[in-house]
RNA sequence: GGUCUCAUCGUCUAACGGUUAGGACACCAGGUUUUCAUCCUGGCAACUCGGGUUCGAUUCCCGAUGAGAUCACCA
């Protein structure tokens, strides 16, 4: 805490390659990301490729191109090096023996000679006597010497409670029972991450270790690891869970918890799940709910983060996501929406789909809802008379007054001019000609020029569509009624 | 079971002993857009419970309850 002041503040992200990293993890990578942009430090991402039994091909990519998507940038890492490398974990091996050695030179770390079978014998014993199991319990008197072949054990210190500080929550503290000695280096020669992180953490000098507060429970352990090693820790830092949206438990794939991409996919706008990531769990204390991201670096601090989870409520994302679509400037969106128009604009000019989005801005939810509001503008739409049956105020009208009103549009709007503004008078025009309400007369000529849930101001539509088009469209309408 | 953590509207949250407990999402109603969406206005709705401390507790302490996490040669 007061050397943070003078030491350069370095925060990591330090994901496993064994699958994609869905929204639950994010915020661990969002959180110290925005601590060191906003501290002029250093933000630095580590594979932690330890496990080679979960590893998982292509993984990394995926995980790294989801940070460069959210805008989550590296300063050493994965493609980029640095000059703490390698920053990934089965490069350093070498790193871990040396520490390692040293453990075992200070007799604070023996081979462990039994089999998993036989661990889990123990663990079995302890169980039926209704205790916790603590390796520590069935230290081996002699261990072998260690050759690489066998786990390599920490020997825990004499057991006693540790108290420590974490800027999330606060005071925390535990017991003897949460210590043990636990495996160093795996017998396959890999280091555990228990292990592995401390090390890596020292040597590249992180100054936060921040992470889910599911690490609480083995802080402890590190305590005495950093002990040992005679190592001062750095801040460690807890976040709290995000929950599955049932709010029963911390959100996970098995919960359906889903990969960024697939919601970049949906149309979702990386400022606004940035924004909406960080407003779980973190506010500024005012009562502002839309954030940059260049203001989320500068106001995020860690002492106003919640204590309690939060679940995962996709309607507010939604909300968020519309209101930075609506905040986008029309080039911007242009590039944004490219690889989301329906296939029938494929023709269509750009000219011709910016004026079109100029028109459905406003109406978007996600960059998805696209084609739902424009496809009517590129290809003739499907006529669904239930879009008129399940209409309040239309369903009343028969069938005759329906064919009578769209005749009237029909002539009206054939010998109009076609530009918005003498669209408008025509349509007011036909409005006291036919003594119709606007509810039920312009109803009726969007669902027969657009059958969409949505479209723009109607004058608006009719002008973008074009005369010959709307004309067409009306006819298709009168000969479905005419049936 | 042991250890640890958390607890304000349905949801995300503000409040750092004294407020009609505020905002946002969602929902409902009205209005604008002569339709739908957007937008505006209004409404509904919360301090888990029980003890303390205090002149006074949502706020501090203790307990209960509830919820979550964790007890791997996974991270």
């Not at 960059?367 to 290809?379: R, V």
Request: with cysteine.
């Amino acid at each position: 805490m007061t050397d943070s002041n003078q030491t350069p503040i370095r925060t990591r992200f330090a994901p496993s390659p064994t699958g994609y990293i869905h929204v639950g993890n994010v915020r661990a990578a969002l959180f110290p990301w925005l601590f060191a942009r906003g501290n002029n430090g250093k933000f630095i991402v580590r594979i932690e490729d330890t496990d080679q039994a979960r590893y998982v091909e292509g993984a990394q990519d995926l995980i790294l191109d989801t940070l460069k998507w959210l805008g989550i940038n590296w300063d050493e890492g994965p493609q980029i090096g640095g000059e703490y490398g390698p920053y990934i974990q089965s490069q350093r091996v070498d790193h871990y023996k040396q520490w390692a050695q040293k453990l075992i030179d200070k007799g604070l770390a023996y081979a462990d000679p039994y089999t998993p079978e036989q661990v889990d014998a123990f663990r079995a014993e302890s169980k039926a006597a209704k205790q916790p199991f603590l390796f520590r319990n069935f230290r081996p008197e002699n261990p072998p010497v260690w050759d690489g072949s066998m786990p390599l054990r920490f020997k825990v210190g004499e057991p006693k409670r540790y108290t420590w500080h974490d800027p999330v929550m606060g005071e925390l503290s535990a017991g003897p029972e949460a210590l043990d000695d636990f495996i160093l280096i795996k017998s396959d020669g890999m280091p555990t991450y228990n292990f592995a992180h401390i090390v890596d953490d020292q040597d590249m000098e992180i100054t936060h270790v921040v992470r889910g507060l599911e690490y609480i429970p083995s802080i402890p352990k590190y305590l005495s690891l950093y002990e040992a090693l005679e190592i001062t820790p750095p801040v460690l830092v807890c976040l709290p869970h995000i929950m599955a949206p049932d709010g029963k438990k911390k959100l996970g794939k098995r919960d359906g918890a889903k990969s960024v991409t697939e919601y970049k996919n949906e149309g979702i706008l990386p400022e606004a799940m940035l924004n909406f990531l960080a407003s779980m769990g973190w506010n500024d204390g005012t009562e502002q709910e839309l954030f940059t991201v260049q203001e989320l670096i500068d106001k995020f601090s860690f002492d106003r983060v919640q204590k309690s989870g939060a679940r995962f409520d996709e309607t507010r994302l939604l909300w968020m996501n519309g209101q930075w679509i609506r905040r986008l400037d029309l080039d911007d969106l242009m590039a944004r929406v490219d690889s989301f128009w329906p296939e029938s604009a494929e023709q269509a000019s750009d000219d011709e789909k910016r004026q079109i989005l100029t028109l459905v801005q406003d109406r978007l939810k996600t960059l998805a809802d696209l084609p739902m509001l424009t496809d009517y503008f590129f290809s003739e739409p499907n006529v669904d008379l239930s879009m008129i049956s399940g209409n309040k105020q239309l369903s009343k009208l028969d069938r005759a007054e329906i064919v009578n009103l769209l005749t009237a549009a029909k002539t009206a709007l054939s010998c109009s001019a076609f530009d918005p503004s003498s669209l408008q008078a025509t349509l007011n025009q036909l409005l006291e000609s036919t003594g119709q309400k606007p509810g039920i007369l312009f109803s009726l000529i969007r669902l027969a020029v657009s059958w969409a849930p949505f479209s723009p101001a109607l004058n608006d539509t009719l002008s973008t569509l074009g005369q010959e088009v709307v004309a067409r469209r009306l006819q298709v309408a009168l000969d479905a009624f005419a049936e």
